[in-house]
Protein backbone atom coordinates (compact mmCIF):
# COMPACT_ATOMS: atom_id res chain seq x y z
CA UNK A 1 0.00 0.00 0.00
CA UNK A 2 1.67 3.47 -0.95
CA UNK A 3 0.69 5.70 1.66
CA UNK A 4 1.49 9.76 2.63
CA UNK A 5 2.00 11.07 5.79
CA UNK A 6 1.48 14.73 6.65
CA UNK A 7 3.31 16.23 9.70
CA UNK A 8 1.80 19.94 10.73
CA UNK A 9 3.23 22.56 13.32
CA UNK A 10 1.21 25.90 13.64
CA UNK A 11 -0.13 28.08 16.00
CA UNK A 12 -2.98 26.95 17.79
CA UNK A 13 -6.60 27.57 16.26
CA UNK A 14 -10.00 27.04 15.30
CA UNK A 15 -10.85 24.52 12.60
CA UNK A 16 -7.47 23.15 12.36
CA UNK A 17 -8.84 19.85 12.18
CA UNK A 18 -12.03 19.67 10.26
CA UNK A 19 -10.04 21.72 7.15
CA UNK A 20 -7.31 18.86 6.98
CA UNK A 21 -9.84 16.12 6.88
CA UNK A 22 -12.16 17.73 4.41
CA UNK A 23 -9.16 18.36 2.45
CA UNK A 24 -8.36 14.82 2.71
CA UNK A 25 -12.15 13.48 1.89
CA UNK A 26 -12.37 16.17 -1.25
CA UNK A 27 -9.71 14.56 -2.85
CA UNK A 28 -10.59 10.59 -1.91
CA UNK A 29 -8.26 10.64 0.64
CA UNK A 30 -9.04 6.99 3.38
CA UNK A 31 -7.61 8.32 6.35
CA UNK A 32 -5.38 5.66 8.35
CA UNK A 33 -3.78 7.48 11.60
CA UNK A 34 -4.47 10.70 12.53
CA UNK A 35 -3.22 12.38 15.87
CA UNK A 36 -3.21 16.25 17.23
CA UNK A 37 -1.93 17.61 20.26
CA UNK A 38 -2.26 21.53 21.30
CA UNK A 39 0.84 22.67 23.54
CA UNK A 40 -1.28 25.42 25.50
CA UNK A 41 2.24 26.73 27.16
CA UNK A 42 3.46 27.32 23.50
CA UNK A 43 0.19 28.07 22.02
CA UNK A 44 1.06 25.49 19.18
CA UNK A 45 -1.10 23.27 17.61
CA UNK A 46 1.29 19.69 15.68
CA UNK A 47 -1.32 16.83 14.33
CA UNK A 48 -0.22 14.08 11.97
CA UNK A 49 -2.18 12.55 9.48
CA UNK A 50 -1.45 9.12 6.96
CA UNK A 51 -3.71 8.46 4.40
CA UNK A 52 -3.51 5.79 1.21
CA UNK A 53 -2.44 7.02 -1.81
CA UNK A 54 -4.00 4.67 -4.34
CA UNK A 55 -7.13 6.15 -4.59
CA UNK A 56 -5.81 9.94 -4.06
CA UNK A 57 -6.85 12.90 -6.28
CA UNK A 58 -3.82 14.50 -6.62
CA UNK A 59 -0.83 13.28 -8.00
CA UNK A 60 2.22 12.85 -5.50
CA UNK A 61 4.07 16.08 -7.22
CA UNK A 62 1.04 18.17 -6.48
CA UNK A 63 0.16 17.29 -3.03
CA UNK A 64 2.41 19.92 -1.11
CA UNK A 65 2.11 22.89 -3.30
CA UNK A 66 -2.20 22.23 -3.39
CA UNK A 67 -1.96 21.65 0.63
CA UNK A 68 -0.23 24.87 1.04
CA UNK A 69 -2.40 27.19 -1.16
CA UNK A 70 -5.36 25.81 0.11
CA UNK A 71 -4.56 25.37 3.45
CA UNK A 72 -0.83 25.91 4.61
CA UNK A 73 -0.69 29.65 3.78
CA UNK A 74 -4.07 30.46 5.54
CA UNK A 75 -2.90 29.08 8.96
CA UNK A 76 0.40 29.94 8.67
CA UNK A 77 1.72 26.30 8.82
CA UNK A 78 5.21 24.79 8.92
CA UNK A 79 5.06 21.26 7.29
CA UNK A 80 6.37 18.01 6.07
CA UNK A 81 4.90 15.83 3.95
CA UNK A 82 6.50 12.05 3.12
CA UNK A 83 5.80 8.81 1.41
CA UNK A 84 6.84 5.22 1.98
CA UNK A 85 8.12 4.13 -1.33
CA UNK A 86 10.97 5.32 -0.70
CA UNK A 87 12.88 4.00 2.49
CA UNK A 88 14.81 6.12 5.18
CA UNK A 89 18.96 5.46 5.24
CA UNK A 90 20.21 4.91 8.83
CA UNK A 91 23.43 4.66 9.73
CA UNK A 92 25.03 2.29 12.59
CA UNK A 93 28.10 3.72 14.96
CA UNK A 94 28.88 0.75 17.70
CA UNK A 95 31.91 0.27 19.78
CA UNK A 96 32.22 -3.22 21.53
CA UNK A 97 29.05 -4.03 22.86
CA UNK A 98 26.63 -5.86 20.92
CA UNK A 99 23.27 -6.32 21.78
CA UNK A 100 22.10 -3.02 20.90
CA UNK A 101 23.21 -3.99 17.74
CA UNK A 102 22.28 -7.90 17.52
CA UNK A 103 18.27 -6.60 18.33
CA UNK A 104 18.42 -3.52 15.46
CA UNK A 105 19.66 -6.41 13.30
CA UNK A 106 17.54 -8.89 14.27
CA UNK A 107 14.30 -6.21 13.62
CA UNK A 108 15.61 -5.50 10.14
CA UNK A 109 16.46 -8.87 9.08
CA UNK A 110 12.68 -9.69 10.38
CA UNK A 111 10.98 -6.95 8.39
CA UNK A 112 9.72 -5.09 11.15
CA UNK A 113 12.18 -1.74 10.14
CA UNK A 114 10.98 -0.54 7.00
CA UNK A 115 14.40 0.92 6.71
CA UNK A 116 17.72 0.28 4.74
CA UNK A 117 21.14 0.10 6.10
CA UNK A 118 23.93 1.15 3.69
CA UNK A 119 27.02 1.42 6.56
CA UNK A 120 27.96 0.19 10.03
CA UNK A 121 31.23 2.75 11.42
CA UNK A 122 32.92 0.94 14.43
CA UNK A 123 35.72 2.63 16.23
CA UNK A 124 36.40 -1.15 17.13
CA UNK A 125 37.10 -4.27 14.73
CA UNK A 126 34.87 -6.73 17.44
CA UNK A 127 31.38 -6.74 15.88
CA UNK A 128 33.23 -6.58 11.91
CA UNK A 129 31.85 -10.42 11.83
CA UNK A 130 28.17 -10.14 13.26
CA UNK A 131 27.68 -7.26 10.79
CA UNK A 132 29.38 -9.08 7.56
CA UNK A 133 27.19 -12.05 8.71
CA UNK A 134 24.26 -9.41 7.71
CA UNK A 135 26.00 -8.75 4.19
CA UNK A 136 26.20 -4.66 5.65
CA UNK A 137 29.39 -3.14 4.68
CA UNK A 138 31.56 -2.49 7.99
CA UNK A 139 34.14 0.42 7.82
CA UNK A 140 36.54 0.66 10.70
CA UNK A 141 37.51 4.20 11.96
CA UNK A 142 40.04 3.96 15.11
CA UNK A 143 39.64 6.95 17.32
CA UNK A 144 42.32 9.42 18.26
CA UNK A 145 41.59 12.24 20.49
CA UNK A 146 44.47 14.13 18.94
CA UNK A 147 42.86 14.10 15.47
CA UNK A 148 39.15 13.47 16.52
CA UNK A 149 38.41 16.10 13.81
CA UNK A 150 39.81 14.69 10.81
CA UNK A 151 38.38 11.15 11.86
CA UNK A 152 35.19 12.90 11.92
CA UNK A 153 35.50 14.13 8.52
CA UNK A 154 36.05 10.55 6.97
CA UNK A 155 33.26 9.69 8.92
CA UNK A 156 30.83 12.38 7.44
CA UNK A 157 32.45 11.58 3.97
CA UNK A 158 31.38 7.76 4.17
CA UNK A 159 27.64 9.00 5.68
CA UNK A 160 27.14 11.72 2.59
CA UNK A 161 28.39 8.92 0.04
CA UNK A 162 25.67 6.34 1.27
CA UNK A 163 23.17 8.52 1.33
CA UNK A 164 22.78 8.24 5.36
CA UNK A 165 19.41 10.18 6.59
CA UNK A 166 19.98 9.54 10.30
CA UNK A 167 22.21 7.84 12.59
CA UNK A 168 21.82 5.05 15.15
CA UNK A 169 24.66 5.63 18.34
CA UNK A 170 24.12 1.59 19.30
CA UNK A 171 26.41 2.01 21.90
CA UNK A 172 29.10 3.78 20.45
CA UNK A 173 31.29 5.05 23.25
CA UNK A 174 32.36 7.95 21.79
CA UNK A 175 31.28 11.82 22.29
CA UNK A 176 30.22 13.39 19.27
CA UNK A 177 31.62 17.08 18.43
CA UNK A 178 29.96 20.10 18.09
CA UNK A 179 30.12 20.67 13.91
CA UNK A 180 29.31 16.88 13.74
CA UNK A 181 25.93 16.75 15.55
CA UNK A 182 24.90 19.64 13.62
CA UNK A 183 24.99 18.02 10.41
CA UNK A 184 22.30 15.95 11.33
CA UNK A 185 20.06 17.96 13.67
CA UNK A 186 17.38 15.53 15.74
CA UNK A 187 18.38 12.97 13.37
CA UNK A 188 21.04 10.90 15.87
CA UNK A 189 19.74 8.69 18.01
CA UNK A 190 21.46 7.28 21.34
CA UNK A 191 20.48 5.18 24.08
CA UNK A 192 21.70 5.90 27.24
CA UNK A 193 22.39 3.48 30.12
CA UNK A 194 20.22 4.46 32.68
CA UNK A 195 16.57 6.73 33.39
CA UNK A 196 17.92 10.23 32.99
CA UNK A 197 19.39 11.49 34.57
CA UNK A 198 21.88 9.37 35.59
CA UNK A 199 24.99 7.42 37.36
CA UNK A 200 28.37 8.81 34.56
CA UNK A 201 31.53 7.11 34.49
CA UNK A 202 32.54 3.62 33.22
CA UNK A 203 30.52 1.61 35.34
CA UNK A 204 26.85 3.03 35.92
CA UNK A 205 25.65 -0.51 37.10
CA UNK A 206 28.36 -0.93 39.29
CA UNK A 207 27.81 2.53 40.81
CA UNK A 208 24.02 1.60 40.83
CA UNK A 209 24.19 -0.94 43.06
CA UNK A 210 26.62 0.26 44.92
CA UNK A 211 24.06 2.92 46.25
CA UNK A 212 21.47 0.29 46.12
CA UNK A 213 18.64 1.62 43.49
CA UNK A 214 15.36 0.30 43.48
CA UNK A 215 14.79 0.67 39.39
CA UNK A 216 17.08 0.95 36.50
CA UNK A 217 16.64 2.06 33.19
CA UNK A 218 17.35 3.36 29.74
CA UNK A 219 16.43 6.22 27.88
CA UNK A 220 17.18 7.01 24.09
CA UNK A 221 17.14 10.62 23.01
CA UNK A 222 18.37 13.02 20.46
CA UNK A 223 21.70 13.63 20.73
CA UNK A 224 22.70 17.02 20.98
CA UNK A 225 25.90 19.47 21.61
CA UNK A 226 24.78 19.39 25.79
CA UNK A 227 25.67 15.71 26.48
CA UNK A 228 22.72 13.11 27.40
CA UNK A 229 20.60 16.13 27.46
CA UNK A 230 18.65 15.93 24.32
CA UNK A 231 15.03 15.32 23.59
CA UNK A 232 14.03 12.23 24.73
CA UNK A 233 12.03 9.81 22.88
CA UNK A 234 11.45 6.46 24.72
CA UNK A 235 12.48 5.49 28.46
CA UNK A 236 11.40 2.75 30.18
CA UNK A 237 12.82 1.12 33.66
CA UNK A 238 13.03 -2.10 35.49
CA UNK A 239 12.80 -2.69 39.24
CA UNK A 240 15.60 -3.87 41.60
CA UNK A 241 15.62 -6.59 44.45
CA UNK A 242 18.01 -6.79 47.19
CA UNK A 243 18.79 -10.42 45.60
CA UNK A 244 20.14 -9.20 42.54
CA UNK A 245 23.39 -8.66 41.78
CA UNK A 246 25.85 -6.63 39.91
CA UNK A 247 25.62 -9.14 36.59
CA UNK A 248 21.77 -9.17 37.09
CA UNK A 249 21.96 -5.19 36.82
CA UNK A 250 23.56 -5.32 34.13
CA UNK A 251 21.59 -7.98 32.05
CA UNK A 252 18.17 -6.31 33.02
CA UNK A 253 19.87 -3.03 31.86
CA UNK A 254 20.82 -4.41 28.43
CA UNK A 255 17.41 -6.11 27.99
CA UNK A 256 15.83 -2.53 28.72
CA UNK A 257 18.63 -0.54 26.15
CA UNK A 258 17.96 -2.54 23.04
CA UNK A 259 14.10 -2.69 23.16
CA UNK A 260 14.04 1.48 23.99
CA UNK A 261 16.51 1.88 21.19
CA UNK A 262 14.38 -0.12 19.23
CA UNK A 263 11.36 1.15 20.26
CA UNK A 264 12.68 5.09 19.72
CA UNK A 265 14.09 4.29 16.15
CA UNK A 266 10.23 2.63 15.23
CA UNK A 267 8.72 5.70 16.45
CA UNK A 268 11.76 7.95 14.02
CA UNK A 269 10.81 6.01 11.16
CA UNK A 270 7.15 6.42 11.57
CA UNK A 271 7.82 10.19 11.93
CA UNK A 272 5.67 9.75 15.25
CA UNK A 273 8.44 12.01 16.92
CA UNK A 274 8.23 15.98 16.88
CA UNK A 275 10.82 18.16 18.52
CA UNK A 276 10.28 21.20 20.37
CA UNK A 277 12.94 22.95 21.70
CA UNK A 278 14.31 20.58 24.12
CA UNK A 279 10.90 17.94 24.45
CA UNK A 280 9.11 15.85 21.94
CA UNK A 281 5.56 14.90 21.05
CA UNK A 282 5.63 11.35 20.07
CA UNK A 283 2.11 9.80 18.31
CA UNK A 284 2.23 7.03 19.74
Known amino acids: MQKATLIIQCPDQKGIVAVVSDFLYKHQGNILEVDQHVDQELGLFFMRACWELDSFGL ?14 KRFNMDFQLYFNDRKPRMAIFVSKLSHCLFDILSRYYS ?4 VEIPIIISNHRDLKRVVEAFRIPFHYI ?63 YHAAYQRGVKIIGATAHYVTE ?17 HNTVTDLVQMGQDIEKVVLSKAIKYHLERKVHPIGNKTVIFY
Open 59 to 72: KKSEIKKVFEQEIG
Open 111 to 114: GQFE
Open 142 to 204: PMDKANKLAIEGKQLDLLAENQVDFIVLARYMQILSGDFIKKYPNRIINIHHSFLPAFVGAKP
Open 226 to 242: ELDAGPIIEQDVSRVRH
